[in-house]
């Protein structure tokens, strides 16, 4: 207890870190580049830093919650400023607006405490991070791991100091570990996990359930578990950097095999990679980043076979762009895109034949 006193004033006698710390907080809102999220990985591997970051993302978490003027007030007074200015700013508004200005000092003063207790806490609150459809985002779990949640993705960190674990509930993440041997980084699926020490992967967990895990770097250990039992698991899998595997909950679909690892995470891009797939598991894969509902009227186009890459931020222009280099017809009617299928024109010399 002597020590995590000693933690805390040192941290709170730091505003170089807390300025810091704003800092990254703003430029993670509008996305890092490769460049600055490495800096940002070696930044928050310092204890005091992590620290602090997720004491301000604590307080702006419970601040988000307010809605209107009094949200904007709020916000305003914490965008470049860790809690001491939260204090300030709530004070200012006591004295312009009784009734606005008690209700959101209330909920600095609860923000704080909520922010100290992260600071004085030996362990982390479970959190939840999750992305509307066609929204891709970076977040930082509590052990200063980065992970990139896809479109449509939720995910749980339900881990301690001790124990480093999320739930991927649905959808893509893209994960960079921290590199910690004393501590395995282990993401829980509904009939799996996924263990590392520190490495780059990806785990994609599908609507039907299926999950794909493909690795960038490091070693990635997968295993099939048996839902609602201690007994040992019903697979197991090493993976190293370029193989993938593909698996449902009765076992597995693709066994380990080689991939080019970085066209798996083009979606960071923006973009859509496919080898060439049935024009059916690529609508699938399209389906997520749009809330339009896109039906394919014909089974012959279900089978054509389409491959490339495709902009998932332009989902209009990929759609005509599938038009143009597939035998397939695209219509929006009624809210809904449906694709049909187009007969390939005949060869010209048959089409111009005539009989003697």
Known sequence: MKSTRLNLWSVCRRPLVRARAAAWHTRMSRGLSETERRGF????????NAREFHAQRAILDVMTELKGEARADILASISGSP?????SGAHRRLASGPVRAAGAAAVVLVAVAAGWWILRSDGYLPQTYR??????????????????????????WVGSPDDRR??????????????????????L?????VQVLGTRFDVYQMANGDV??????GIVAVEGLESGSGAPPSWSRRLTPGQQIEYSPVGLVADVHSIAAQKVIRWRQGMLETPGEPLSDFVSDLSRYTTERIVIADPRAAVQKVGGAFNIRDIDGTLGRLARIAPVTVKHENGEVIIGYRSRPAPAAAAGATSP
Request: negative net charge; glycine residues 6%.
């Open 212 to 217: 794909r895990v493909s690795v960038m770097s």
């Open 166 to 187: 999320v739930r991927l509930i649905r959808g893509e993440a893209y994960f960079r570990v921290v590199h910690d041997p004393d501590r395995p980084f282990r993401i």
């Open 83 to 87: 809690s001491a200015s939260l204090l």
């Open 131 to 156: 992305t509307a459809t066609g929204q891709i985002r970076d977040v930082v779990l509590p052990d200063g791991s980065v992970v990139g949640l896809d479109t449509q993705t939720e995910l749980e």
């Open 41 to 48: 990985e070696g930044w928050i591997a310092k204890p005091v």
């Open 189 to 193: 699926l509904a009939h799996s996990q």
